[in-house]
Each structure stands twice: as C-alpha cells, then as structure tokens.
C-alpha cells in the first residue's frame, strides 16, 4: 500500500497540473474572438487572459462545492479514485488540445470521477440528483449562450446598423479588450474552482478537512489560482485558430457579442447561490459564437465544424469516464 501522504501529495499535483493544462487548453474561449478580429494580438491577449483568470479563480468556491459534494459523497472517495479522475481529464485534454478541438474540461473532469467512482464501488456511489443537476448545466449552458448571443447581435445591429461597419468596428475593437478580460474572469472563476473541488474532496477523505466544511482552504485556492493563469499564459494557438475563425467569420461586433453573451452566463451559473454550477467555458461560447453568426444569416455559421465540435462534446463523458474506469483498475493493483 502506498503511503496516504505520498497519495496525497499526487492528488495536488496532478490537481495542479490539470489547472495548468485547462488554462492553455481554455485560453482560447476568452481570447479567440479579439486574436481573430485583430482587436489584440496574441502575445497581449494570452496575458491579458491569465491575469483575468488568476483574479477570477480567487472569487468564489461555490462551483468547488458542488464539485466536492454532488458527484460522489467525499466520504466515499479514496485518493485512488481521484487520481485516475485526474489522470483520465488530463489524457482526454492534451488529446484534444493536440488535435486542435475545442473540448470541455468540465465534462472530461466529471466524466473522470464518475468513471473511477463507479469502478470502485459501482452506479450506486453516484449523487444522482447533484449529478443530474450539473449535467444539466452542462447540457442547456451552450444553448443559453446561443440564444443570448443571438438577441445581443441583434439588439447591437438595431443600435449600430446606420452607422458605417468601419467606424462601427472601430469603436468594438476597443470594447473588445474589456469583453476579452470580463470572459477571461468569468472562465477564472468557474473553472479553477473543479481543481479546488477535488483537492478539497480528497481532504475531507483523508479526514485532513472535516466533512462539514466544504470551501476550499486559501492554500488550494491560491494554488490553483496560479496553476490555471500559468497555463493561459502559456497560450493554445490550435484551439484559438478553429474558435477564432473556422465556427463564423468574425467581426468587432461579433466578438464583443459573443464575449458578452458567454460571461453573463458563465458570472450566473458561478454566482447564483442556488446553482453553483460548473459549465463548460468551451461550450458556451461556441454556442455564443453560433448564435452571433444565425443573428447575421444562419448560413454564415460553418455548422461542419460546428457538428465536429458537438460530437467531441457528446463523447466527452463516456470516454473519459471509461479511461478513468481503466486507470482505476491500474492503480488498484500497485496502490
């Protein structure tokens, strides 16, 4: 058996580490659309991006909570567990990041926990309603943000269309840097917090945490904090390039729709007392973006790109669950 310490000590930084990876393979939701337009260039945009994110993970530890709480109960999660979640998110990200898809954290992580959890000690160890609950948020987050995105283009066409496009896109590049920042806080604040959620799980397991204290310590927070605007500073030009570009040919306009539309839903789902909900960064706003392109003409979204997309969405889960599943079986042999 392996020392509880020595375990301990991998969770964190396998934790640490899917933070950083989340953080350059997310970098582009809140970059993309400003890189695209020209309104920033990359180098400022990926810095711009991390200071957001750092500032935004030390918010709020709501979305943490339901991490550690509403997937499985912490007292039944073993360090064994979480390692094979982690390493099961980890391996689904770089895939994707690798092949250029814009996949989302938030399902790899929750599929991961689910899988291990379930090869441990069967379906019966799940939180079905917690469970049911962030699916849900995971499911109906992206068509919020496409419907939101559609009637802010619209509402922004309505103000701005007797105004020339060039002095129109003039005055969005602008904004654009302040939408760029607003979504890179948004997406600090609500995806840090699933690597908060898991050390913080893990320490209630080992009993280092009492089971009815749920917010992370200022330790986890500040270190994940730091490990998510590393990553973003690190940049993921792959991804950025088919958000930017390949989904709808964007405008100034459009990427401050799209930027806004995608933070108002991520700052609700965070924030709300009653959710706390973790969505996908990634989903929202390509819904975001899909819906500020039907606001133009519905033909002017490329919806191959967008079906590739979705497919990768839907694997998600059951991929990374059955990899966390395979992991689990590994460790339980050697830990």
Known sequence: MTDIGVLLVIVVFLALVFDYINGFHDTANAIATSVSTRALTPKRAVFLAAG???FGALIS???????????VSPKLTTQEVVIAAL???????????????????????????AGAAVAKAGFGVLQW???GKILSALIFSPIVGMILGFIIMKLLNYIFGRFSPSRVNHGFKKMQVLSAGLLAFNHGSNDAQKSMGIITMTLIATGIQAQTVLAPPLWVKLACALAMSLGTAAGGWKIIHTMGGKIFKLEPINGFAADLSSSLVIWTATVFPSLHLPVSTTHVVSGSIMGVGSAKRVSAVRWGVAQQMLI?????????SAVAALYYFVLSRFM
């Open 87 to 113: 390493l099961s998110a980890i391996t689904w990200n770089l895939l994707t990041w690798y092949l250029g898809i814009p996949s989302s954290s938030s399902h790899a992580i929750v599929g991961g926990i």
């Open 61 to 71: 530890t709501g979305v943490a909570q339901t991490i550690a709480r509403d997937i």
């Open 129 to 131: 309603g917690g469970l």
């Open 52 to 54: 957001f994110n750092l």
């Open 312 to 320: 990768a969405w839907v694997v998600t889960i059951p991929a990374t």
